[in-house]
Every structure is written in structure tokens, then in C-alpha cells.
């Protein structure tokens, strides 16, 4: 079955510190998608990366970055220079063709606080 | 913001009462998903909806049911509802039941008194 681990459940940081957000996932199938979310205190999901099973190539958009690695099954997520506004839940997801309906699969989430 | 709309934005049950939450998926999808977060949880999946039939279902007693209707909005009923039905609802959208990006609605708060 599908899990996914976020092992830290809060983070606090003072702005401008770098971050990692760490999430450890387990399928049993060679085809899958992971992704991470962000709930900022309204309540709304946010949509912030998707990677699939056969990329392994560590991406970077502006202040984030992910790195992910098969060999550990874990797919971490890093903020540099974090900001006040980074403050929110973030949620690292499992997607894969396992269970029928293609569900995502959330770990508890990691509540990152950044102070000013 | 998404294109995914949810109503109401809170509501407030008593124990044993039945409740109606609805979705309106972003515009071209054809697929909504519904989530139940507790508090300081992960969202847990409740079912699928794709092409109005019931495409998958998380681990959730038969008193959680859904519709799709033909424009692809979507509703979750809740019969009989207990205390730990409390909880923020989320619905997602998305193209085809495969593994494309699912987008969330803001959420409905449940409060079961």
C-alpha cells in the first residue's frame, strides 16, 4: 500500500534561513507521481511541483527546489531565503495506478513557521 | 486561484443530521476528487467522480456518497453524521481519471455539534 512520511511535523525558522522539508513515500509500483502542496491558513491547497518516477533530475524554480531520489524513496523540498509568507502547511503527495481513482496519498504535513 | 469553487464555505451540523457539500470543477475537467482533512491531518480521500460514475473509493462507510452531474460539478452527502465527521472538505479537479494535476477548491469546514 501507499504511505507517505513527513517526519517533521513543525519547522521554525527566521526569515532568510534555508529550509528543508523532508518526505519519505513507499509504492509498490514503477509508475507514480509525487507532488508538494502548500495550505497557507485559508485553507486552500496550492499546487507547487509534480514530478514523476522516471525523472529523477532535481529541479529548481526561484526559492524552491526539490531533490529526489529513488534509491531512498524520499523527495525533499528546499526554500531558500525563506520569507514570512512562506509560513503555511506544507504537504508532500503520492499519486499512482496501485488503487483505482489515481488518489493522492498525503502525508500528516510539516507546519513551517518563518519569523521576521 | 484554481477555477474550482466550493459552497457553503462553513457549515454547522448537529450529530445525526445529513449535510450537502458541492464542487464546481475548473472549467475543461471532467474529474472531481473529494478529500477529507481533519485537523492537523493530511487530506484523506473519500471518492472519484469521472465522467458522472464513481471512479474509486478511499476508506469511508457507504453514509459518505456522491453525485457528478453532467456539466462535471459534483456534491458529497453525508447521512447520520457523528463527531469526527467534523472536518475541512476538499474537492479537486482535474482532466481524466490518469495522474494529471489535481486542483482544490478553497474547502468546506464541517462542524458536527
Known amino acids: 500500500a501507499q504511505k507517505v512520511t513527513q517526519a517533521q511535523t513543525e519547522i521554525s525558522v527566521v526569515e532568510k534561513e534555508d529550509v528543508t522539508l523532508d518526505c519519505v513515500y513507499e509504492?509498490?509500483?514503477?509508475?507514480?507521481?509525487l507532488f508538494w502542496y502548500k495550505q497557507p491558513p485559508s485553507g486552500e491547497l496550492v499546487f507547487l511541483i509534480r514530478?514523476?518516477?522516471?525523472?529523477?533530475q532535481n529541479e529548481i524554480s526561484g526559492r524552491y527546489s526539490w531533490n529526489f531520489q529513488k534509491s531512498t524513496s524520499s523527495f525533499n523540498f528546499t526554500i531558500t531565503a525563506s520569507q514570512v509568507v512562506d509560513s503555511a502547511v506544507y504537504f508532500c503527495?503520492?499519486?499512482?495506478?496501485?488503487?483505482?481513482?489515481?488518489?493522492?496519498?498525503f502525508g500528516e504535513g510539516t507546519q513551517l513557521t518563518v519569523n521576521p | 486561484e484554481t477555477g474550482v469553487t466550493q459552497s457553503p464555505t462553513h457549515l454547522i451540523k448537529t450529530r445525526g443530521q445529513q449535510v450537502t457539500l458541492r464542487c464546481s470543477s475548473q472549467?475543461?475537467?471532467?474529474?472531481v476528487s473529494w478529500y477529507q482533512q481533519a485537523l492537523g491531518q493530511g487530506p484523506q480521500f473519500i471518492f472519484q467522480?469521472?465522467?458522472?460514475?464513481e471512479n474509486g473509493r478511499g476508506n469511508f462507510p457507504p453514509r459518505f456518497s456522491g453525485l457528478q452531474f453532467p456539466n462535471y460539478s459534483s456534491e458529497l452527502n453525508v447521512n447520520a453524521l457523528e463527531l469526527d465527521d467534523s472536518a475541512l472538505y476538499l474537492c479537486?479537479?482535474?482532466w481524466g481519471a490518469g495522474l494529471n494535476e489535481q486542483f482544490f477548491g478553497p474547502g468546506t469546514r464541517l462542524t458536527v455539534l
Open positions: 479537486a479537479s482535474s
Open positions: 509504492t509498490r509500483d514503477t509508475t507514480y507521481y
Open positions: 514530478r514523476n518516477s522516471f525523472d529523477e
Open positions: 503527495a503520492l499519486r499512482d495506478k496501485e488503487t483505482s481513482g489515481s488518489r493522492l496519498t
Open positions: 472549467s475543461g475537467h471532467n474529474t
Open positions: 467522480y469521472y465522467r458522472e460514475e
